[in-house]
């Protein structure tokens, strides 16, 4: 089962009383973390909540007379149950320690020290949700043998397993194929002496070729026993076989007919049809196999992001037509730069990914300035009009740090966002950084921010051209580094979605824009915060009943929270987001849709969900601002919202000249820095405005 980071952690307690015991899960609860208790006051009880259903944790506090906690860890330990055990204790004893860690207790922590709690808790949830991956894993592992081992039974194909030359299993098919009866007298049979001798030393060398990493492929003329000859196609591939490593050989007659059909398919199945490059799902797999390579060999890899840093700009000109003609246009420069035995691929709409072998990173950098300043001198024309294409690359290596081969395309992907944030071309992700906080390791600051509270939440307001009475901000989000500076979302959202981190900071979000908000109401403002979530919350059941239980506690109605998910979010989700959207209804809670305009036909989701706002993509601003003409699609975006009798915002306001024009279209609401650059408080002289707005 797959337990975020957000889901409600289970705890039982042994204390002297409940009320003594509440401090401790109100730290839990405030750090962000959702907690389900259960207070043991008996061993019975123990012994019966035990029985009923799972637990991640137990916190005992050691000199407690409520119940014998040594008898209570033997309980556990008899019920078969993973629970980790936290003691609890007034002072530090190193006996007390000893005789808790001898008992079975996994830490032991002074009561009052919550930072050490909190630490400890991460921990051992984090250990407990391994093990439990582990033992899953382990028994789907069992599973998927039983599953193979009856395929490659029933198998068609000829598959045999091969270790140094010598066959250890063969399935009817390959037996059958080669005339062998009986499965011993074939594991005694080298598998050189089934192929032709003109064709031992092809064999030798493919075997090869796959033992030093790279898949095997040959074509050759086998022989039967009775000494008949006859063509076939052998393919390799790493195996285990009964826990020992071995080469899988899969043998298909070489039909050249089917050969083809077979090519054919298969490019199909691999290819990007716009681009005629390899597509994300081919990519994905090169990048595994690339991934593998690299454990077996010791050969590090690399691996680039290359993204179309004004994407949203080329889409907004050109439209969805022109931007495919951009996009081949592009491929084709790539393919001619791509370096000798890497993988090219289109990854996503303004993205394109590269496998490569390692090699010195200046001159990489080097050759992909000068891919982009050609890139950049190229003339993409488009039904007559001239776009300008800018690109930014994000490269990581591939190496044995690295869990898996989509780990380190993040890493790529987080250089390119860095290199974006930047304004540079190129970035590289240096894995030196991950070790310590005093470097550029986005992952660890994260984890640090979120354990020290190092983000700070700033507010944009958002006011109406239609006189509404209602005070708006926007709740916007910073990641502090070690310097004091500001990081902005788009450097550290990729890693927090990647790594399961977006309910936790969500709640990080909700929780201290409900104590701002709730201050600020109380001097008399009518004020509703928009707040930004990530698809983590959409799809946490217990999400809503938390924001639910934190707008009670600070005496807030629901529609003093207005949450904000993306278009492509609500698309992708959509089964998600319309019980999401059910629920902010009976919250009272508003909901808008965000980065609008960019997808086809995006107001689909509207017939599933119930949408308060729409905020149009900034793109479409920056578009106008360069031409006038661009103001049109704008305008029927804006007409599309209002038809639904939905308010409809525009950001990215950075002066008076286009304020007349949004007036004539209709827009609801406004938001840029025109109006405000984002603050830390909630300062924003509304009633002004609106005198000005009445002279």
Request: glycine share 6%.
């Amino acid at each position: 089962m797959s337990e975020d980071k957000a889901s409600a952690l289970r705890l039982l307690v042994i204390h002297d009383t409940q009320s003594e015991a509440e401090p401790l899960i109100n730290a839990l609860r405030n750090s962000g973390q959702a907690v389900r208790t259960h207070f043991i006051a008996g061993s019975d009880e123990l012994n019966k909540v035990l029985a009923e259903q799972s637990w991640e944790i137990m916190l005992a506090k050691l000199s407690t007379n409520t119940v014998d906690v040594s008898e209570a860890v033997a309980q556990v330990q008899r019920s078969g149950k993973d629970i980790p055990i936290i003691g609890l204790v007034d002072a530090f004893s190193t006996e007390v320690v000893s005789s808790a860690l001898s008992m079975g207790i996994t830490d032991v922590i002074v009561e009052t020290d919550e930072q050490h709690l909190l630490f400890a808790v991460k921990r051992e949830t984090n250990a407990l949700k391994n093990r439990r991956q582990l033992r899953e894993l382990t028994i789907s592992l069992r599973e998927t043998e039983k599953r193979c081992q009856l395929l490659l039974e029933s198998s068609v194909d000829a598959i045999a397993y091969v270790h140094e030359g010598m066959h250890i299993y063969a399935n009817q098919s390959y037996m059958q194929l080669f005339g062998y009866d009986d499965i011993e007298e074939l594991q005694s049979t080298p598998i050189m002496d089934l192929v032709a001798s003109s064709a031992i030393n092809d064999l030798k060398a493919s075997l090869k070729t796959y033992r030093d990493g790279s898949d095997g492929e040959l074509s050759c003329e086998a022989e039967h026993s009775n000494g008949e000859r006859f063509k076939i196609r052998m393919t390799f591939s790493g195996a285990s076989y009964e826990g020992e490593p071995c080469t899988q050989i899969v043998i298909r007659r070489d039909d050249a007919e089917n050969a083809e059909l077979q090519q054919k398919l298969h490019e199909i199945s691999t290819q990007d049809l716009v681009t005629g490059l390899y597509n994300r799902q081919y990519f994905n797999e090169a990048l595994e196999k690339a991934y593998q390579q690299v454990i077996k060999t010791g050969h590090n890899q690399l691996v680039a992001h290359i993204g179309i840093t004004n994407f949203n700009k080329l889409k907004t000109q050109s439209g969805i037509a022109g931007t495919d003609v951009i996009l081949k246009e592009l491929a084709e420069l790539y393919a001619s730069h791509q370096p000798e035995g890497s993988t090219l691929a289109r990854y996503g709409d303004d993205s394109f990914a590269l496998i490569m072998n390692d090699g010195d990173l200046a001159t990489i950098e080097k050759d992909a300035q000068s891919l982009r300043e050609e890139v950049a001198e190229h003339l993409f024309e488009v039904e007559g009009r001239t776009m300008q294409v800018d690109l930014a690359f994000g490269l990581a290596h591939i190496d044995e740090q690295c869990n898996n081969g989509h780990d380190a395309f993040t890493q790529a992907h987080q250089a390119y966002a860095n290199a974006v944030q930047k304004k540079r071309s190129f970035a590289y992700f240096d894995r030196s950084d991950i070790a310590n906080l005093t470097d550029d390791s986005m992952l660890a600051k994260l984890e640090h921010a979120l354990e020290n509270d190092g983000f700070r939440i700033l507010f944009q307001p958002i006011i109406s051209l239609r006189g509404s009475s209602q005070e708006h901000y926007d709740a916007l989000l910073r990641l502090i580094d070690k310097d004091g500076n500001e990081v902005l979302p788009e450097a550290f959202l990729p890693m927090v979605e990647v790594h399961s981190m977006g309910s936790r900071l969500d709640r990080w979000v909700v929780l201290n824009t409900v104590k701002t908000l709730a201050e600020h109401r109380k001097r008399g403002h009518n004020t509703q915060v928009f707040i930004h979530l990530t698809p983590q919350s959409i799809q946490d059941p217990t999400f809503l009943p938390w924001v639910n239980s934190a707008l009670k506690a600070a005496k807030l109605p629901g529609d003093a929270l207005a949450f904000q998910i993306t278009e492509e979010h609500a698309q992708s989700y959509l089964k998600a987001a319309k019980a999401f959207s059910r629920g902010l209804t009976l919250l009272k809670c508003k909901l808008a849709l965000t980065h609008y305009g960019l997808l086809e036909d995006g107001l689909s989701v509207t017939r599933h969900l119930t949408i308060d706002y729409i905020r149009v993509d900034g793109s479409f601003i920056e578009a106008v601002k360069e031409d006038d003409k661009a103001m049109s699609s704008l305008e029927t975006l804006v007409k599309a919202i209002h038809s639904l009798s939905i308010d409809s915002i525009v950001p990215q306001i950075e002066n008076a000249e286009i304020l007349a024009s949004l007036w004539e279209l209709g827009v609801s609401y406004i938001q840029g820095y025109y109006v405000q650059s984002p603050q830390p408080q909630m300062n924003y002289e509304f009633e002004a405005d609106e005198d000005e707005e009445a002279v």
